[in-house]
Nanobody
Framework: QVQLVESGGGLVQPGGSLRLSCAASGSIFRLYAMGWYRQAPGKQRELVAVITPSGNTNYVDSVKGRFTISRDNAKNTVYLQMNRVKPEDTAVYYC?????????WGQGTQVTVSS
């Protein structure tokens, strides 16, 4: 089984940057596709970015060119580098598998983009 812990969120001004981390347990982490998801107030949770075990990536259109997902299999960690953030990026960010497993959703980490 896998446990996931997100960190790195906070308050950032428009145009700024944040780096989110997701620490995963489990002995076969390297075999899972992993994703970052976000849920803004009043909206459904959406997939933001996903990375396969081999490092192939995909992004929702709204973050293409600004966010980068990466992984370090030796550290069982997934990252989301968020650059040139916008107010509409404000949300709670979660990591999970891609596709996600219901039982692995955690508390997430809050990202607030505001001046």
């Amino acid at each position: 089984q896998v446990q996931l812990v997100e960190s790195g969120g906070g308050l950032v001004q428009p145009g700024g940057s944040l780096r989110l981390s997701c620490a995963a347990s489990g002995s076969i982490f390297r075999l899972y596709a992993m994703g970052w998801y976000r849920q803004a107030p009043g909206k459904q949770r959406e997939l933001v970015a996903v990375i396969t075990p081999s490092g192939n990536t995909n992004y929702v259109d709204s973050v293409k060119g600004r966010f980068t997902i990466s992984r370090d299999n030796a550290k069982n960690t997934v990252y989301l580098q968020m650059n040139r953030v916008k107010p509409e990026d404000t949300a709670v960010y979660y990591c999970n598998g891609g596709p996600p497993s219901r039982g692995y959703w955690g508390q997430g980490t809050q990202v607030t983009v505001s001046s």
